[in-house]
């Protein structure tokens, strides 16, 4: 029984001395050099529309760089800048039933971004699109707003993880 608490004991002191560390928001960022970030309004451009998109992105957009990074949000003139645009938000069918009718609909979004790292310099533009299918039994209506939802933030993930993050 002694050799176990001894041998605890000396495994506590030993591994004392060990520390790990994470970053469990995955931001990549030196506050020392950047402070601030401009994210402009992304209007909607895509061909459908639906109203409470470009309104939800934008909100949605501005809560994830304020909750995972120490970084002044702006509406411009930021040590960085984010910009773009909703391009596209479209729905499809995606798999015929036996009648020749839609049995899977898919609701895709696309946004558009150019993101400039104003303290080195740098410039990165891209395109993030996520989709979701549903069942055509469901009307568009009924799932919409529950979707998009998971579009926006699966997106936002992206723009985030290309911007900020070092992953």
């Known amino acids: 029984m002694k050799r176990v608490i001894l041998y605890s004991i000396l495994f506590m002191l030993v591994m004392g001395?060990?520390?790990?560390s994470y970053k469990f928001n995955g931001a990549s960022i030196d506050y020392s050099k950047t402070k601030s970030i401009a994210i402009?309004?992304?209007?909607?451009?895509?061909?459908?529309v639906?109203?409470?998109?470009?309104?939800?992105?934008?909100?949605?957009?501005?809560?994830k760089y304020a909750q995972q990074t120490r970084l002044?949000?702006?509406?411009?003139?930021?040590?960085?800048?984010?910009e773009g645009s909703i391009t596209g938000y479209s729905l499809v069918p995606i798999a015929v039933g036996s009648n020749n009718l839609a049995s899977?609909?898919?609701?895709?979004?696309?946004?558009?971004?150019v993101f400039y790292n104003n303290v080195t310099g740098e410039e990165t533009k891209g395109n993030y699109?996520?989709?979701?299918?549903?069942?055509?039994?469901?009307?568009l209506n009924d799932v919409q707003d529950g979707l998009i939802d998971e579009l926006i933030e699966e997106i936002i993930?992206?723009?985030?993880?290309a911007t900020v993050a070092n992953w």
């Open 129 to 139: 699109s996520a989709n979701r299918t549903f069942p055509s039994t469901s009307s």
């Open 104 to 113: 899977e609909n898919r609701l895709t979004l696309t946004v558009q971004i």
């Open 40 to 48: 402009s309004e992304f209007p909607n451009n895509a061909a459908l």
């Open 17 to 20: 001395g060990c520390t790990i």
């Open 72 to 82: 002044k949000i702006l509406q411009s003139g930021g040590d960085l800048s984010l």
């Open 50 to 63: 639906y109203p409470p998109l470009a309104i939800k992105f934008n909100e949605e957009l501005r809560n």
């Open 157 to 161: 993930d992206q723009i985030f993880n």
